[in-house]
């Protein structure tokens, strides 16, 4: 049997993604095989593709953090698991594809009835937002936020989660993003036409609790003076690192893994050291899951069960068909996506929702 996956044949613009068809893959031993039926675009694939984000693998690599798919074929070994059940998994890279062949482990079952690309939302920018709120920052209702990004796809749900843990939420946004944030509880921060910090001191006095910052370098600092004392800056993404030209561009980059990390640490060290009591710490969702499996596990369960009950409700941008990841990698690297970006499955899921 044949199918289809995406390559990343160089570092660079979205030219580098090229579809191709091979033969199926095998389940190794423990391995099962997984027809997916969702997969997440997120700006960390933008960012493996252009060289610049830790975990880029050499090339060519298959891109995709996160899916969500049917379990299709049994390696040696396996069991306690039956094809046709609907699972989950974060494999950070090989997600774009048809099929895809992972370790029984990485395996997380997902409840009946949920949409797809629902579900796959929920993977990485859920769990990167619930474990920064609850686990880096500690959050308590009432206090008050702010969020970088906020009408992205981490950023809408970080203002999810936020409104479950009734915190009193800041957002910053184009002016594209304005009522996204504002209809999910926040209350939006132009980026491009004020300077947020001083939007937070007019607006809050003495400043917010935690700010969470996707943007980095310099940004960093920025964002550590909208604290109050004792507040911290969870630093989670390094975006300052793609250059705006380069996103649309045919250009060929490089494998630059560590680009920007030197100065990343040295704004985390300035925040232990320097008076004001207001830190910066860094979360990474990938450390959190390779050194704490059992976290990545409790907490996706916990978030695809407040899906369930609707507590939760994932924005979908766009769903696009697998063999159109270049397009969808496109209109991400323009800016001005609310939610997320989904590769599905079948055509018919396009407009109906149901991937
Ligand atoms: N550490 C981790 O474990 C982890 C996990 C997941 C994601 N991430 C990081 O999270 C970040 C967001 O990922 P995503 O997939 O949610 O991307 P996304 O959907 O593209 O969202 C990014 C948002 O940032 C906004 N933005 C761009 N520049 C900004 C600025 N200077 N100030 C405020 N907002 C700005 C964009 O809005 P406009 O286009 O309207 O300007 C966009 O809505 C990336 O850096 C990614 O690497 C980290």
């Known amino acids: 049997m044949r199918h289809t996956r995406i390559i990343v044949t160089h570092y660079g613009g979205p030219d580098a993604l090229r579809v191709v068809e091979e033969e199926c893959p095998e389940p190794k031993p423990g391995e099962v095989r997984v027809r997916v039926l969702a997969a997440g675009v997120a700006m960390p694939d933008i960012m493996a593709r ?43 890279h090989g997600a774009y594809a048809e099929f895809v062949c992972l370790p029984q482990r990485e395996l997380v079952p997902v409840p ?33 936020v702010l969020y970088h990004g906020a009408s992205g796809g981490v950023g809408t749900a970080l203002l999810q989660l936020g409104r479950l843990a009734e915190l009193e939420m800041y957002g910053t946004c184009s002016s594209r993003g304005a009522s996204a944030v504002s209809e999910l509880g926040g209350i ?22 935690a700010v969470f910052d996707p943007i980095g370098g310099a940004h960093l600092w920025h964002s550590r003076e909208a604290l109050r004392p004792g507040g911290r800056v969870v630093g989670y993404g ?35 050291f320097l008076p004001g009591r207001k830190r910066i710490v860094p979360y990474s969702i990938q450390t959190l899951k390779r050194l704490r499996p059992e976290l990545f596990r409790r907490d996706l369960i916990a978030l695809f069960d407040l899906l369930q009950q609707q507590k939760i409700k994932p924005l979908i941008a766009q ?22 970006i989904v590769l599905v499955r079948n055509a018919s899921s396009l407009e109906s929702g149901a991937a």
Do not use: C
């Open 50 to 92: 252009e060289g610049v984000h830790p975990e880029t693998p050499p090339v060519p690599y298959t891109p995709g953090w996160d899916l969500v798919g049917e379990i299709d074929r049994l390696g040696d070994g396996v069991s306690g698991i039956e094809p046709g059940q609907i699972v989950a998994a974060m494999p950070i």
């Open 319 to 340: 769903r696009f068909p697998l063999a159109e990841a270049r397009q969808a990698q496109e209109l991400l690297g323009k800016g001005g996506v609310i939610g997320k």
């Open 238 to 272: 390094n975006t300052t690192s793609l250059r705006e030209e380069g996103l649309g561009s045919d250009r060929t980059g490089r494998r630059n893994r560590f680009h920007g990390i030197p100065i990343y640490a040295l704004y985390i060290a300035g925040g232990w």
């Open 112 to 144: 009946s009835r949920l949409d797809a690309a629902e579900a796959v939302s929920v993977v990485l920018n859920y769990i990167t937002a619930y474990q920064m709120l609850h686990r880096s920052a500690k959050v308590k209702p009432g206090q008050r």
């Open 188 to 209: 939006p921060i132009d980026y491009r036409n004020q300077d947020y910090v001083k939007e937070i001191h007019r607006l809050t006095s003495e400043g917010v609790d």
